[in-house]
């Protein structure tokens, strides 16, 4: 074998970008710069300094504790993280790697230590982020329900009413003209008010299904189901066989919203010929299936700007449920709707 090449390791390690250290009987024997300046110190003033003193006190009976265990020999090597105390108190997070090894002929603890204070505290910042975001996009569906149904209710209710009653005196003028070029003109205008009450119900319902708030989810999806396949052409069951909850209106309202778009997604993007959805609920949750034997999805997580997904995710999310998909029995995509049925919110 060839003779050891002489590489200068004081020199690495001087300068190395990760802190280095050697414990012996609990005590720093040497540190490089880097790592006493992660805590405030030069290497100089920590040389003696006990291990206690370097970390926070919450963290010293777990530091020793490790020490111990790697010198013992019981774990030559263990990697975690610890917190270590600035000279200025102020915590600072280390991942460090100790292993067990001979110094001056005796077992010490020589390690690596790194810094991850600022990425924890980026994870953190990033996780605060995701969990307003969640709390906007549950805002945002809130808010976007409530308009709906006002807009709804108005469509029906002040512009259905004021159709209703233009179509009621059309017919009275109807019944007092004998004129056959006004009764022509007078039968078209019927016709078209007619048309506009039936369009008016239509975009209302649209906007708010009343069967979502007067007969439930299942036969609010029953009706969903028939308009698409009338739309579409694509044959569609529902099976509800035992599905017997009665979800909280908000609950079934985002049930309901995340089918819509799945069979937005089928029409667009599947071109299936057949969609099953069943509806079950069991040992405390809620169970929607949307199968359809189209051309499969490729996978849920999202590309480029298509929100579809990631919102129906979230809404199902919003009431502690989550969505997943599988491929369907023949081909095409099943998506899965799992939500608890408590009162959670
Ligand atoms: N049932 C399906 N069968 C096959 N592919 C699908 C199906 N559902 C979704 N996809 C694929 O997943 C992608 C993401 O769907 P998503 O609903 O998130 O976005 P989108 O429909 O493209 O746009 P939008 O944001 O308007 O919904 C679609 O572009 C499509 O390629
Ligand atoms: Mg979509």
Known sequence: MDEAPDIPFRGIVEQSLAGMYVIQDEVFQYVNATFAAMLGYTPEEMDGMHLRQAVMPEMQAETVANFHRRVSGEVPSIRYTTIGRHRNGEPVHLEVHGSSVLYRGRPAVVGVGVNITEQLSQQEALRQSRERLRELAAYINTLREEQRSRIARELHDVVGGMLTSMKLDIQRISRRTQDPELKAIVGDLLHLAQESIQTVRTISED???GALDHLGL????????????????VVSHLHRGGFDAQLPQAQATAAYRICQEALTNIARHADATHVVVRLTNGEGWLTVEIEDNGRGLVSLTPTGKSIGLVSMAERAREFGGNLASRPGATGGTCLILRMPLEDLW
Not at 218 to 230: D, N, Y
Request: glycine share 6%; charged share 25%; hydrophobic share 40%.
């Open 207 to 209: 906007l708010r299904p």
């Open 218 to 233: 299942g036969a609010a999806l029953q009706a969903m189901l028939r308009q698409f396949s009338e739309r579409t052409e």
